[in-house]
């Protein structure tokens, strides 16, 4: 089941979002990927139609299926971004679609990506919230498996963080870890911040935000998630 949305409120929505991120940022350059799962074919139309190139989808059936239905021209212009819980198996499926693999946090997901995308652009994600079901590497191990994604030729670009759910003031400090975590490294990308906490986010030093109902409303609950 799919939300339908409004082409021309995600255009307000994303400029609006735009303007508030030049001012929270002071102008430094914060990048916005328009997050769509939930939301029909439409949902990334309508994020191309106003510029936006980066699309994030968290399911990989989801992805691939929107990713089909797309024009060839509408394809070339698209970067996908996964985000989500990754199982191995669908990596594949996955490798010539995707372009920045920002869910990345264990050794044997590194392995299969660099075998099915070698040279692929991808994030480690870290669990700032410390809740074991959630997706991410634990902040100590970030760095080994940035060195070890760079061992086997994957292109490292940042660090990828989930905010803890509640009041966003609470994720301040974890999404600063993540922030000086990524500057020793030598990481350039921090993607922190989603519709509920970017203005933390963005205070700590985001490079990306990842944006959902912020643009696109709410989205239909999906089936035991
Ligand atoms: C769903 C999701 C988002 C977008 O969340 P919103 O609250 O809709 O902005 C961003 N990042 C990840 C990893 C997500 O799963």
Redesign the pocket.
């Known amino acids: 089941m799919t939300v339908e949305v409004n082409a021309q409120l995600v255009a307000k929505n994303i400029h609006d979002l735009q303007d508030r991120l030049a001012q929270l940022s002071q102008d430094r350059d914060v990048r916005i990927?328009a997050?769509t799962?939930g939301f029909g074919v439409d949902a990334p139309r309508a994020a191309l139609a106003a510029g936006l190139t980066m699309i994030?989808e968290?399911y990989a059936q989801e992805l691939v299926s929107k990713h089909e239905e797309l024009s060839p021209a509408e394809r070339e212009r698209i970067e996908w971004h996964f985000?989500?819980r990754l199982q191995r198996n669908k990596v594949r499926s996955l490798a010539p679609i995707v372009s920045v693999w920002?869910?990345v946090d264990r050794i044997e997901l590194i392995d299969e990506i660099a075998r099915r995308a070698p040279g692929a652009k991808v994030m480690i994600q870290l669990n700032l919230s410390e809740e074991p079901q959630k997706?991410g590497a634990p902040i100590l191990e970030g760095p080994a498996l940035v060195r070890h994604a760079r061992s086997v030729g994957l292109d490292v670009v940042g660090l990828?963080g989930?905010g803890s759910a509640g009041d966003p003031t609470d994720s301040a400090a974890a999404f600063g870890e993540l922030v000086a975590l990524a500057d020793g490294l030598g990481l350039s990308e921090r993607s922190i911040g989603?519709?509920?906490d970017l203005e933390v986010a963005v205070a700590q030093g985001s490079t990306m935000v990842?944006?959902?109902?912020?643009l696109f409303g709410a989205?239909a609950p999906r089936d035991g998630v």
């Not at 990842?210 to 912020?214: F, Q």
């Open positions: 990927v997050v799962k994030g968290n985000l989500g920002q869910s997706g990828m989930v989603m519709s509920d990842r944006v959902g109902t912020g989205r």
